[in-house]
């Protein structure tokens, strides 16, 4: 009976997860504000050019836009007298979370074309596509749904509810993903991400002394660049993926393979048969992770789409309509 009430509240998330999608769709912006997606295209890629870390920072925002209240552009709010802990100082976003003022730009230049049409929230899966448009090359290149509307709830606690931290194992990662719609190819595909921007020693400092199945050449020269014990004022970063810092690209995977990744998370991923013939897969056969990761965004950013009962269109993308 269990099992049996766990795969039917998971169908009923699956089918939640369909219908936000069919209120979606390519093009939605062509006769609202035309110039919308190049706009926002032209703001990241000015900015990518800059620094790829922030680019990095963007996709990593839609993300945990998606997984706290859907994606609806939550992650932006600021803190206010009646709401002081939003979703960005949730402690998987601060002081991490980059890319803020990137949206902000591209909200003003859109708001300047097309006043009050554009969401916040197509603002970030737009950005989000073409950061990995300009990371990987030109190799990832997709065409999202569009539609969306801004969310006026965003609460810290729930980023550690609902966003999986660096320390899960496989259980708990495919639990966390199932719990939003998206299975364990879209996990391990979206895990891939990994492949560009830094991360905290914090978060993996558990894994830099024996017994671990890090790469021992790896967990000596992290053990270089981290402190012995790594806290809120002293908590150097270091790039994720060595060989490729700056590129949005398979290497990620071959590095799981090499067992030469940060986090239990990464690791993780060789924990079953089912999910290391993925990597296999992914680190193996050129263009084939670009293509999984640019339908994964897709379908991920169908969560929990708002309606015009708990939506809006915000004129600025930090505070919600009055």
Request: aromatic content about 8%.
């Amino acid at each position: 009976m269990a099992a049996a009430r766990v795969a039917m509240w998971v169908a009923c998330v699956l089918a939640m997860a369909a219908a936000c999608q069919g209120r979606l769709r390519v093009g939605y912006y062509k006769r609202k504000c035309a110039p919308a997606e190049y706009v926002v295209r032209a703001v990241v890629g000015n900015a990518v050019r800059q620094n790829p870390g922030v680019g990095a920072g963007i996709v990593r925002m839609f993300f945990h836009d998606c997984f706290v209240q859907g994606c609806d552009a939550s992650v932006l709010l600021d803190p206010t007298a009646a709401n002081p802990q939003p979703e960005k100082l949730g402690p998987p976003n601060f002081p991490s979370l980059r890319g803020f003022e990137v949206i902000d730009a591209a909200k003003a230049a859109v708001e300047k074309a097309c006043p009050g049409v554009v969401s916040c929230a197509d603002i970030i899966a737009f950005a989000a596509r073409d950061a990995s448009f300009f990371l990987s090359g030109g190799g990832i290149s997709y065409r999202i749904p569009a539609g969306r509307l801004d969310g006026r709830v965003s609460l810290a606690n729930e980023t550690l509810a609902f966003l999986p931290p660096p320390v899960f194992n496989l259980t708990q990662l495919v639990a966390s993903f199932q719990a939003k719609g998206l299975d364990a190819d879209d996990m391990v595909t979206l895990s891939g991400a990994h492949t560009i921007g830094r991360s905290h020693c914090s978060s993996f400092a558990d894994r830099l002394s024996p017994p671990s199945d890090m790469d021992p050449g790896l967990a000596a020269a992290l053990r270089s660049k981290c402190p012995a014990s790594p806290n809120f004022t002293d908590d150097a970063t270091v790039a994720q993926d060595a060989v490729t810092p700056d590129r949005m690209d398979r290497q990620y995977y071959r590095n799981v393979l090499d067992r030469k990744v940060l986090f239990d998370s990464d690791a993780a991923l060789l924990a079953s048969r089912q999910t290391a013939a993925m990597v296999a897969r992914n680190a193996a056969a050129r263009g084939r992770w670009e293509r999984r990761f640019a339908r994964a965004m897709v379908k991920m950013g169908g969560i929990e789409v708002k309606t015009a009962a708990n939506g809006e269109i915000r004129r600025m993308c930090r505070v919600v309509n009055e």
